[in-house]
């Protein structure tokens, strides 16, 4: 009976602390969309800094293998999407918004730390408007827009094809994880068909040593070549 009453104490304590530890069951990888501005659906979800992926149909567009992957490393971590394409099925404009998300970033050690993003798409056929925009959140909020972000941008074309360029900015964040979402958005005339790819890209801020010194090599190398031209006459 003693044994019994030790027995049913220990594993009361073990079920406590068990409750008591935090739940990963949210941490999660998440890729959604939305149709004029309307709310997101989740379309594929995976573990926190994994990858999604799907195909199907969303409102009036059809998609093929929109995918979100992650990286979580030293020198280099990110969160990327793209898709094979896109299509307006409607014979009016619509405009279609990917959110891929991703929670448990704990790298690149220190803060804070340098985000670069863009986006690149490609048309095929008919009209396409497209901007991006990337967003940090040292709180490791799944979808996470309110902390850090790195400002609206505009796709510009160059033929059948457009570019944001590159943005680059502070993220500073806390002693914990923190969360990388991003949204491209693309408004499609009627039967048009893009595809596109983005990128949120985080590394450490580089040390002001390093920029001098970065400077002093291209000086070294410049003067260098100077002087090989000056022998050349």
Do not use: W
């Amino acid at each position: 009976m003693l044994h019994s009453a030790k027995f049913l104490a220990l594993s009361l304590l073990v079920c406590v602390a068990i409750m008591g530890l935090p739940s990963m069951a949210g941490a999660t990888t998440v890729f959604m969309l939305s149709q004029d501005g309307g709310a997101y659906t989740t379309i594929a979800s995976g573990a926190s800094l994994s990858s999604a992926s799907g195909s199907g149909t969303f409102g009036d567009f059809t998609f093929k293998i929109i995918g979100v992957s992650t990286d979580n490393s030293l020198t280099l971590s990110d969160i990327l999407s793209s898709t094979t394409s896109i299509m307006n099925n409607s014979t009016a404009t619509h405009t279609i918004s990917v959110l891929v998300s991703s929670q448990d970033y704990t790298l690149p050690l220190g803060s804070p730390l340098r985000i670069k993003s863009g986006m690149g798409a490609s048309l095929s056929a008919g009209t396409l408007t497209a901007t991006f925009q990337a967003f940090a959140d040292k709180a490791n909020a799944l979808g996470g827009m309110s902390d850090f972000s790195m400002g609206l941008q505009t796709c510009t074309f160059n033929g059948s094809t457009c570019d944001t360029g590159s943005a680059t900015g502070n993220f500073t964040k806390a002693s914990g994880s923190y969360s990388l979402t991003s949204v491209a958005t693309l408004t499609l005339s009627g039967g048009a068909v893009a595809n596109f790819s983005t990128h949120e890209n985080v590394k450490n801020v580089p040390e002001p040593s390093s920029l001098v010194l970065l400077g002093s090599s291209m000086l070294l190398f410049a003067g260098l070549g100077f002087k090989r031209k000056q022998a050349a006459l």
